[in-house]
């Protein structure tokens, strides 16, 4: 799977077409975005019936009703407006530290993409409002936790849409400041919700699944690096090829399982080392023999919940919902999270798994027992050195706490709203452990990687591997020499963690091996 977001410079938004790709390009490469023109009729069309439904006194919920458990209760035309104002005001419920703006960015994107299908029944000036947010650089702050997952992401939600009527706070040219001062001075007009505006926006599940949709993107590099950093752990070890032949993985044809078998046999094509290690045993442990079972399975579960997140992406999921042909407006459950819950605990699961086997390589290497051959702990002198002994110790806690938070956040559940809303789906919670366990992925990989290198010195093979395994090597050698005697170790793994995120490496392998995927 390769990914280019930052290569994406306009996202136009038509309720349809938005992909991972497009979102991490706006989250954090600033892709300046646009409302299509079709999308912007369809908008002014759900608008128009709204007002229509209003005019007439038709009894709907949201719109002439109250919210939740309230449902029962007539809202007369001279309070529709003040009923989606006091929405906002009485649901910006959220507390805790503040998204980061990668993810505000993406959470802005989704809502307003959400809103192009023309279901919502928005006034377009809104929309364009917060498009406006995005490419003049004013963020809403909005506290991580709060949220159910149903109805939707109710509260960080809330938090947004506080900025468009100029309450809350935003961020604008990287100063924290009242909303409506950061409005002002990025000269976009703030305004005062009318009928269904409020609940239009906050009634859907777009920051779990903009967190959702970051972590993707990175557990998807994360999962390409583990291959590339697997080969380099391998040879390491004197690991065998043999268990990447084609024709095995012909039998077994998982995709995933045969995408990482093909990569594997690209990474060590041409590797002297790699052909003359098959005379040393009959097979390895299965952390080297098994990388293509086990990091497939991850790249399967990645191709499962890209479709998710993508369906989810351009799909209508607030309440009630508009359809022009017969004027018909529909209060059903499309704001539930259970879809994005359930892949973000899956993902969680898979990245655990890519973590753990990464460790259990660390761990061969620093292992004498297990290394066949190198020094213990890849020290010089050891006894007087401790080497990389507590580098697997760290990169074991970081395995550990993997494994509580890929607790399965979807399995939980807890009524809310008077019981109305009495089955949730935690979705957020989950994208949360998703992203905290992605980022304790990248550290992991940083430590194998750092132990990779220094054992490859240790072996005294360098000019035995393939050509493209001497550039990673000699990416990391860029930045950490070869450690020769104890030192303060902190500053190299800091090193090695921001070249494993800067994407070098990938971008390194990816220009050498077109295949690798």
């Known amino acids: 799977m390769r990914h280019f977001a930052q290569d994406i410079h306009e996202v136009v938004l038509d309720g349809q077409s938005l992909s991972i790709d497009k979102v991490v390009a706006v989250a954090r490469h600033q892709a300046v975005v646009s409302l299509s023109p079709k999308a912007a009729k369809a908008i002014e069309a759900s608008r128009r019936l709204v007002e229509k439904i209003v005019d ?42 503040p998204l980061n703006i990668e993810t505000v960015r993406a959470m802005m994107l989704l809502r307003a993409n959400a809103l192009a299908k023309g279901h919502s029944g928005i006034r377009r000036e809104l929309v364009e409002a917060l498009i406006a947010m995005l490419n003049c650089g004013v963020y809403p702050v909005v506290p991580r936790q709060g949220s159910l997952g149903a109805s939707g ?41 009318l009928a269904k505006e409020g609940l239009a926006l906050i009634n859907g599940t777009q920051c779990m699944t903009a967190i959702g949709a970051l972590a993707w993107y990175d557990l998807n590099r994360a999962a390409q690096l583990a291959d590339i950093i697997a ?89 009630p919902v508009l359809f022009l042909e017969d004027e018909s407006v529909i ?46 702990f890849l020290a010089s002198n050891g006894g007087i050195n401790s080497g990389f002994m507590i580098c697997q110790y760290s990169a074991a806690s970081l395995v550990s706490e993997n494994k509580v938070f890929a607790h399965p956040a979807s399995v939980d559940s807890i009524p809310s709203s008077a019981n109305q809303e009495d089955h949730v789906s935690m979705g957020t919670t989950a994208a949360h452990n998703l992203r905290r366990i992605v980022n304790n992925v990248f550290s992991v990989l ?17 000019e035995e591997l393939s050509d493209v395994q001497k550039q990673v090597f000699h990416l990391v050698r860029e930045k950490i020499p ?22 070098r490496i990938e971008q390194t392998v990816l220009s050498t091996l077109h295949e690798f995927a």
Do not use: W
């Open 231 to 319: 080969g380099l752990t391998l040879q390491a070890l004197t690991g065998l090829i043999s268990a990447f032949d084609e024709r095995l993985h012909a039998l077994r044809p998982h995709p995933g399982q045969k995408l990482v078998a093909k990569n594997m046999r690209l990474m060590l094509e041409g590797s002297v080392a790699a052909k003359e290690n098959l005379a040393l045993r009959v097979q390895d442990a299965y952390t080297l023999r098994c990388i293509p079972q086990v990091h497939g399975a991850v790249r399967d579960a990645l191709l499962h919940a890209k479709g998710v997140l993508e369906i989810e992406m351009n799909a209508v999921t607030d309440n």
């Open 446 to 462: 940083a430590f194998e990687l750092m132990a990779a290198a220094q054992a490859t010195d240790m072996r005294g093979n360098l």
């Open 482 to 503: 070869f450690i020769s005697k104890d030192k303060e170790i902190a500053p190299h793994i800091a090193c090695m963690n921001t070249l494993i995120r800067s994407g």
């Open 153 to 193: 992401d109710l509260a960080p939600l809330s938090h947004m849409a506080l900025v468009l009527i100029g309450r809350g706070e935003a961020t604008y040219q990287g100063v924290r400041m009242p909303g409506k001062e950061a409005m002002d001075k990025a000269g976009i007009p703030i305004h005062q919700l």
């Open 56 to 97: 007439e006194g038709r009894v709907v919920y949201g719109i002439t009703t109250g919210f939740g458990d309230f449902s029962k209760i007539h809202i007369g035309k001279e309070q529709s407006a003040k009923l989606q104002e006091n929405l906002i005001l009485s649901h910006c419920c959220a507390v805790g530290e």
């Open 331 to 376: 209060s059903g459950g499309n704001f539930h999270g259970e879809p994005v819950a359930l892949v973000m605990d899956y993902l969680s699961t898979a990245a655990a798994e890519l973590a753990s086997i990464s460790e259990r390589r660390l761990e061969r290497m620093v292992n004498p027992s297990l290394s066949n051959g190198l020094p213990p």
